[in-house]
């Protein structure tokens, strides 16, 4: 298995462009969930779904939105991006009912400028 | 959701054994406790995780007293590939209720030296 797969590893934005980070996990979990990282700070939740057809906002989720129409895909899109934005993005699944044990995919590095 | 509170950064040398210490005063009755490492540039990887006494796998122990308003990490003979961020986080297992997401605090810097 490949576990939680994540795309692109770096990108860098102008203001006010938009973009989708791709997650993919092959492992049939039903939760996936989206998180930013800002530098030397843990996690912030952005949006998860517990399943297909199923997403809800997290701690911050303005500036974001999320789709899932497939049990393996959760991408992200960024509509404006602004500067604030800049971050690590993280992916992450889990069994239902098991987020307290999640597998993390290896991130996305995004800077806006 | 149950609060935690752990050090903000540690130092080690090669060899010894490290414990980390998580406070959760206000721990529920279905919570677990597990335990995350974060290597830089990577996401966190799960590393343990328990309820109550103790719990050991091939990579840490994990030490819950009673009262389980803490609990503590202990990695045994610690290399500098150990150097990590560490994070404590205190949960419902078996929880459906997707609105209950766990919190990833800042967690503890662990720097282990030669």
């Known amino acids: 298995n490949a576990g939680v797969t994540q795309t692109p590893k770096f990108r860098i934005l102008k203001i006010g462009q938009s973009m989708t980070l791709q997650c993919t996990q092959d492992?049939?979990?039903?939760?996936m969930y989206w998180y930013r990282q800002d530098p030397g700070m843990g996690l912030k939740l952005i949006y998860y779904?517990?399943?297909?057809?199923?997403?809800d906002k997290g701690e911050v989720p303005n500036g974001y939105n999320v789709s899932r129409s497939t049990t393996e895909d959760f991408p992200l899109r960024l509509e404006l991006a602004a500067p604030s934005q800049t971050s690590v993005y993280f992916c992450?699944?889990?069994?239902?009912?098991?987020?307290?044990?999640?597998?993390f995919g290896p991130g996305t590095r995004l800077l806006v400028l | 959701l149950a609060k935690t509170t752990q050090p903000i950064s540690m130092d080690s040398y090669e060899g010894q054994e490290v414990n980390i210490t998580c406070s959760h005063n206000n721990i529920a009755t279905n919570d677990y406790i597990t335990w995350y490492q974060q290597f830089p540039s990577q996401g966190p990887r799960f590393i343990i995780q328990g309820y109550k006494t103790k719990v050991t796998n091939e990579v840490a122990s994990l030490f819950i007293p009673a009262d389980r308003k803490s609990s503590t990490l202990s990695l045994p003979r610690v290399s500098l590939s150990d150097t990590a961020v560490y994070y404590c986080l205190v949960g419902e297992s078996e929880n459906n209720n997707a609105g209950n997401m766990l919190t990833f605090g800042g967690g503890t810097r662990l720097m282990v030296k030669p």
């Open positions: 779904s517990v399943g297909a057809g199923i997403t």
């Open positions: 992450a699944s889990s069994y239902p009912g098991r987020q307290e044990t999640q597998y």
């Open positions: 492992m049939n979990h039903n939760y």
